[in-house]
Each structure stands twice: as structure tokens, then as C-alpha cells.
């Protein structure tokens, strides 16, 4: 695979809106995590709620689209000049040879959520104006992204649970070296909802504080929702980094729970390794999938001895952000890009006592050092795996 630059980046999460006050966040070690407050949920939880999203209004034209998933891509966009750089881009290739590969999980259910408690009480009927193709539907925010950035490239939503937006690169990855675009706007865009928070509640996977990977006390996850955008160039004067490699798998070991093993995450790292054609001792750094969770931790932690058996700084941020769910792979791309553009390997705030029986050389305090070569772990329900490597431009 041929490197691709990343011209622009954006992130907007529980830390703040926009990179700097991403950065400000990881570099004092502060968590955006806090007791759950969001709409009607009663559950003894935190999570990772990005501020005023309720409050963003959409551009008039694009009203139909109205649902907080939505309102968060809005809220994205705004920040770092996003979009202004994919309208450079857009005026350089040409709108149709721009693409957009959005990743999602529930996009906006919420809005179905809010829906049903209006539904007729004799038919059961939702109201006539919820708009299930513009709201609920998962590819709602991807048709949002490109309407919004006036693009007329290939569009496409992906929904593989949590590894929805890391498999959103290796989506955009593909058209590129089809030739059938020459740049690409590629994201995760995930919010919180009922659905969700109760759902993982049901599944008892929700911690009571804040979530703790990799620590001997690890109990569960902690929700979050975020917004974060990529902008790829083929050919592009701009850009320090690049997407190096992606690797992709598919175990289908069971529902919800991870190989025992981590078969599927090894191999998944071992593809994105050597698409990129790098030896396994030349990253510096790798973002975990790190739930939190005690079974997601241990598979991983498996197979990270298995491709990194010399070690390698690792940890997982979710700390910060919480589980973003379909976004966590966009999150935690623009975070390796952060630790290569600031020489800083982020802190894992909430692991206090790293797990004795896991291998992983796993960092709890952030430190300053040159990071050239990045990898982000995503890994889903029903074993959809995705590994990302990231590299310094020459």
C-alpha cells in the first residue's frame, strides 16, 4: 500500500472542541468523563458527553437532517478549518473525485428514540414528521458530510460496530488506489442514546467510575460520543503524516465477546503491518482498543505479545473520551496523529494498577518522545477487527 497523506484533521470529544483543546486535555492529563446526566438515563455510570452539541443548529438547507448524530458532524466540521481545507481540496481534484467514508454505529437513533414516545397511543404509529432516511438511518450522517461539504465523490456509511470509523480509512484506502478518487473525507461520528447506554447496561459491561483499561480493577466501559474528521490526498503538497497501512479481519468468534486468544486482533495488526511494509520493532506507539472490560483486555493484551513480543509503548485512552463506540477508531486515529505531530506519548488516565498478569508494556503517564510510526487498535462486536498504521512523511 502506498502511504497517503493526511492533509487536515479534526477531533471534538468530551475533552473540548477542535485539536488544541484536545491536546490541552491529554497533556494535563484530564479526563472529559463525568456521572451521566444525558436526557432521562438513570444508571449509576459516567460517560464522555461533548458539550452543547443539543444547541448546534444546521444550516437551513440541510434542516431534514436534523438529529444530535447530525448536530455533532456539524459541530466537527466547524472546528480546526475542516471544512475549509476539504473546499480547497474540493476546488484542486474536482467535488466528484472526493469521496466521504463516515463510520457509525447507532447514527441517529436517538432521534427514533424521541419518536416513539410521540407515536399515535391508539395505532402505535410514530408522528408523521420523524424522517427515519435523514435522521435515524446510518447513512444519514454520511449523506449529512457530503451535502455539508458540497462534495459529489462516492459516499458510504460504515457500520461494523466499534470498529466502524477505523474501517471507514481502510473503505477510502481502497477507492484511492482504484483510482476512482483522488482525496478523500473520512470520520466517525457517534452520540450518545438510550439505546446504547441501556443496551451495554443489559449486557452488564458499564462501569460505576470512570473506566480503568488494562488495570487490575477493571470493571467495564465508560460511553462517549465524539466527532472526528480526516482529510486523505493522494497527491498533496501539504501533510506530515500519512495512513501507512490498514488491516482488516473478521473472526466471528461470538456476538459480543472477543477470541480468547485475540486471534482476530493479531491479525489484524500483522495485516496493517505489512501493508505498510513496517517491522513490527519500528512503531513507537500503539493506541489499544482497551475497553476496559476484563475479557477484551486479556485477548488483547494476547495479541499484542504475539506481534510486539520485544514490547512497545502501548495504552489506551478511552479514559479520556470514554468508548466512543463507532467513532473510537476516528478518536483515537486523530490521538495517534497528535503523539506523532507532538512527540508525546498521552497519558491513561483511570488505570491505576496495571494488570500483573498482562504483558503489554502498558504506560499510565504520558512522557515527551519522538513517536514516527503510530498504530490504532479498533476492535468490534462479532470480531470486526481493524488495526491503522501511521507514519511521518520524508
Same mark, same amino acid.
Not at 475533552?15 to 468523563?33: E, F, H, M, P, Y
Given at each position: 500500500?502506498?502511504?497517503?497523506?493526511?492533509?487536515?484533521?479534526?477531533?471534538?470529544?468530551?475533552?473540548?472542541?477542535?485539536?488544541?483543546?484536545?491536546?490541552?486535555?491529554?497533556?494535563?492529563a484530564r479526563s472529559g468523563l463525568a456521572p451521566c446526566r444525558f436526557e432521562t438515563v438513570d444508571l449509576d455510570t459516567f460517560v464522555g458527553e461533548v458539550d452543547?452539541?443539543?444547541?448546534?443548529?444546521?444550516?437551513?438547507?440541510?434542516?431534514?437532517?436534523?438529529?444530535?448524530?447530525?448536530?455533532?458532524?456539524?459541530?466537527?466540521?466547524?472546528?480546526?478549518?475542516?471544512?475549509?481545507?476539504?473546499?480547497?481540496?474540493?476546488?484542486?481534484?474536482?467535488?466528484?473525485?472526493?469521496?466521504?467514508?463516515?463510520?457509525?454505529s447507532t447514527a441517529g437513533i436517538h432521534e427514533a428514540e424521541l419518536a416513539y414516545r410521540r407515536r399515535d397511543a391508539a395505532s402505535g404509529a410514530l408522528p408523521?414528521?420523524?424522517?427515519?432516511?435523514?435522521?435515524?438511518?446510518?447513512?444519514?450522517?454520511?449523506?449529512?458530510?457530503?451535502?455539508?461539504?458540497?462534495?459529489?465523490?462516492?459516499?458510504?456509511?460504515?457500520?461494523?460496530?466499534?470498529?466502524?470509523?477505523?474501517?471507514?480509512?481502510?473503505?477510502?484506502?481502497?477507492?484511492?488506489?482504484?483510482?476512482? %478518487? /483522488? +482525496?478523500?473525507? *473520512?470520520?466517525? #461520528?457517534?452520540?450518545?442514546?438510550?439505546? $446504547?447506554?441501556?443496551?451495554?447496561?443489559?449486557? @452488564?459491561?458499564?462501569?460505576?467510575?470512570?473506566?480503568?483499561?488494562?488495570?487490575?480493577?477493571?470493571?467495564?466501559?465508560?460511553i462517549g460520543e465524539a466527532a472526528a474528521f480526516f482529510l486523505l490526498e493522494r497527491a498533496a503538497g501539504g501533510g506530515s503524516v500519512a495512513l501507512l497501512g490498514?488491516?482488516?479481519?473478521?473472526?466471528?468468534?461470538?456476538?459480543?465477546?472477543?477470541?480468547?486468544?485475540?486471534?482476530?486482533?493479531?491479525?489484524?495488526?500483522?495485516?496493517?503491518?505489512?501493508?505498510?511494509? %513496517? /517491522? +513490527?520493532?519500528? *512503531?513507537?506507539? #500503539?493506541?489499544?482498543?482497551?475497553?476496559? $472490560?476484563?475479557?477484551?483486555?486479556?485477548?488483547? @493484551?494476547?495479541?499484542?505479545?504475539?506481534?510486539?513480543?520485544?514490547?512497545?509503548?502501548?495504552?489506551?485512552?478511552?479514559?479520556?473520551?470514554?468508548?466512543?463506540?463507532?467513532?473510537?477508531?476516528?478518536?483515537?486515529?486523530?490521538?495517534?496523529?497528535?503523539?506523532?505531530?507532538?512527540?508525546?506519548?498521552?497519558?491513561?488516565?483511570?488505570?491505576?494498577?496495571?494488570?500483573?498478569?498482562?504483558?503489554?508494556?502498558?504506560?499510565?503517564?504520558?512522557?515527551?518522545?519522538?513517536?514516527?510510526?503510530?498504530?490504532?487498535?479498533?476492535?468490534?462486536?462479532?470480531?470486526?477487527?481493524?488495526?491503522?498504521?501511521?507514519?511521518?512523511?520524508?
Amino acid at each position: 500500500m502506498r502511504p497517503i497523506p493526511i492533509t487536515a484533521f479534526t477531533i471534538t470529544s468530551a475533552l473540548g472542541r477542535g485539536v488544541c483543546a484536545t491536546l490541552d486535555a491529554i497533556s494535563q492529563a484530564r479526563s472529559g468523563l463525568a456521572p451521566c446526566r444525558f436526557e432521562t438515563v438513570d444508571l449509576d455510570t459516567f460517560v464522555g458527553e461533548v458539550d452543547g452539541v443539543d444547541a448546534v443548529a444546521l444550516p437551513a438547507e440541510l434542516a431534514r437532517f436534523d438529529c444530535r448524530n447530525n448536530r455533532a458532524a456539524e459541530l466537527g466540521l466547524a472546528q480546526d478549518g475542516f471544512a475549509q481545507a476539504v473546499n480547497a481540496a474540493a476546488r484542486r481534484h474536482g467535488a466528484a473525485r472526493v469521496g466521504v467514508f463516515i463510520g457509525t454505529s447507532t447514527a441517529g437513533i436517538h432521534e427514533a428514540e424521541l419518536a416513539y414516545r410521540r407515536r399515535d397511543a391508539a395505532s402505535g404509529a410514530l408522528p408523521p414528521g420523524f424522517d427515519y432516511r435523514h435522521t435515524h438511518n446510518t447513512f444519514s450522517v454520511a449523506a449529512y458530510v457530503r451535502a455539508r461539504l458540497g462534495l459529489a465523490g462516492p459516499c458510504a456509511a460504515v457500520s461494523t460496530a466499534c470498529s466502524s470509523s477505523a474501517k471507514a480509512f481502510a473503505s477510502a484506502a481502497r477507492y484511492m488506489e482504484a483510482g476512482l %478518487i /483522488d +482525496a478523500a473525507v *473520512v470520520g466517525g #461520528v457517534d452520540t450518545l442514546c438510550l439505546t $446504547t447506554l441501556y443496551g451495554f447496561n443489559s449486557l @452488564d459491561l458499564l462501569s460505576r467510575e470512570p473506566c480503568r483499561p488494562y488495570d487490575a480493577r477493571r470493571d467495564g466501559i465508560s460511553i462517549g460520543e465524539a466527532a472526528a474528521f480526516f482529510l486523505l490526498e493522494r497527491a498533496a503538497g501539504g501533510g506530515s503524516v500519512a495512513l501507512l497501512g490498514t488491516g482488516e479481519t473478521s473472526d466471528a468468534y461470538h456476538m459480543s465477546a472477543p477470541h480468547p486468544e485475540g486471534r482476530g486482533a493479531r491479525e489484524a495488526m500483522q495485516s496493517a503491518l505489512a501493508k505498510a511494509r %513496517i /517491522d +513490527a520493532q519500528l *512503531v513507537d506507539y #500503539v493506541n489499544l482498543h482497551g475497553t476496559g $472490560t476484563p475479557s477484551n483486555d486479556a485477548a488483547e @493484551d494476547k495479541a499484542m505479545h504475539a506481534v510486539f513480543p520485544g514490547g512497545v509503548a502501548c495504552n489506551s485512552t478511552k479514559g479520556f473520551t470514554g468508548h466512543t463506540l463507532g467513532a473510537a477508531g476516528a478518536v483515537e486515529a486523530a490521538v495517534c496523529l497528535l503523539a506523532m505531530c507532538e512527540g508525546l506519548v498521552p497519558p491513561s488516565p483511570g488505570t491505576r494498577s496495571v494488570d500483573a498478569s498482562l504483558r503489554a508494556h502498558y504506560e499510565t503517564r504520558g512522557f515527551r518522545r519522538p513517536v514516527d510510526v503510530a498504530m490504532s487498535n479498533s476492535f468490534g462486536f462479532g470480531g470486526t477487527n481493524c488495526s491503522l498504521v501511521f507514519g511521518r512523511l520524508a
